[in-house]
Nanobody, 121 residues
């Protein structure tokens, strides 16, 4: 069992930056691939980024490539999402997920409660 708690969301102007954190409790965090997803009002949840259990492989949605960076610290049971050059279309609730693989949300087993990111124009 893994519990995930996201933090770091907030309101930022377009072009600004935010860094999201996802703290995991429970054993074997370092065994899990991790992902970030987001859901905007009226839209389906979409993939943002993923990282392998070792941190050696990362994957990004085309819409955030170059602007966002996913990383993890297995010693601190935490995964991060650094978001730069934010755009209004990045506004969404951001969710951390564990136990999946790549961009398919269905494959992820554990989910956090989400953190709101709002980008003003």
């Amino acid at each position: 069992q893994v519990q995930l708690v996201e933090s770091g969301g907030g309101l930022v102007q377009a072009g600004g930056s935010l860094k999201l954190s996802c703290a995991a409790s429970g054993r074997a965090f370092s065994r899990y691939n991790m992902g970030w997803f987001r859901q905007a009002p009226g839209k389906e949840r979409e993939f943002v980024a993923a990282i392998s259990w070792s941190g050696g492989r990362t994957y990004y949605a085309d819409s955030v490539k170059v602007r966002f960076t996913i990383s993890r610290d297995n010693g601190k049971n935490t995964v991060f999402l650094q978001m730069n050059r934010l755009k209004p279309e990045d506004t969404a609730v951001y969710y951390c997920a564990a136990g999946g693989n790549g961009s398919d949300s269905i494959k992820y087993v554990y989910w956090g409660q989400g953190t709101q990111v709002t980008v003003s124009s």
